[in-house]
């Protein structure tokens, strides 16, 4: 199985509502993407966060199946429309167990 986790740091411009919307459009992806074990987001309360505000996990069946969800039409559609637009930072890490 293979753990993805992402990190976002928006913009100052971000809103509450851009930033559910992305929210809502991850939490989506998890019936639209094969090989998607779990999925979950969700906003960050950590002090040790360096600043970053909300964290995505999700659980794949294998390198596969990570290998195929970036480039999906259904992830690419959040990346593009929902988090860039907004996006100060993020940070992402991957690894297997």
């Given at each position: 199985?293979?753990?993805?986790?992402?990190?976002?740091?928006?913009?100052?411009?971000?809103?509450?509502?851009?930033?559910?919307?992305?929210?809502?459009?991850?939490?989506?992806?998890?019936?639209?993407?094969?090989?998607?074990?779990?999925?979950?987001?969700?906003?960050?309360?950590?002090?040790?966060?360096?600043?970053?505000?909300?964290?995505?996990?999700?659980?794949?069946?294998?390198?596969?199946?990570?290998?195929?969800?970036?480039?999906?039409?259904?992830?690419?559609?959040v990346?593009?429309?929902?988090?860039?637009?907004?996006?100060?930072?993020?940070?992402?890490?991957?690894?297997?167990?």
């Open positions: 199985m293979i753990i993805h986790v992402v990190l976002f740091k928006w913009t100052e411009e971000a809103t509450p509502e851009a930033i559910a919307a992305v929210l809502e459009g991850l939490k989506e992806l998890k019936t639209k993407i094969p090989g998607i074990i779990d999925l979950s987001c969700g906003t960050n309360f950590s002090e040790r966060s360096q600043g970053f505000q909300h964290g995505l996990v999700v659980k794949f069946t294998d390198k596969t199946a990570l290998e195929a969800y970036t480039p999906h039409p259904d992830h690419q559609a990346v593009q429309n929902l988090i860039k637009p907004i996006l100060a930072e993020i940070l992402a890490v991957d690894y297997e167990v």
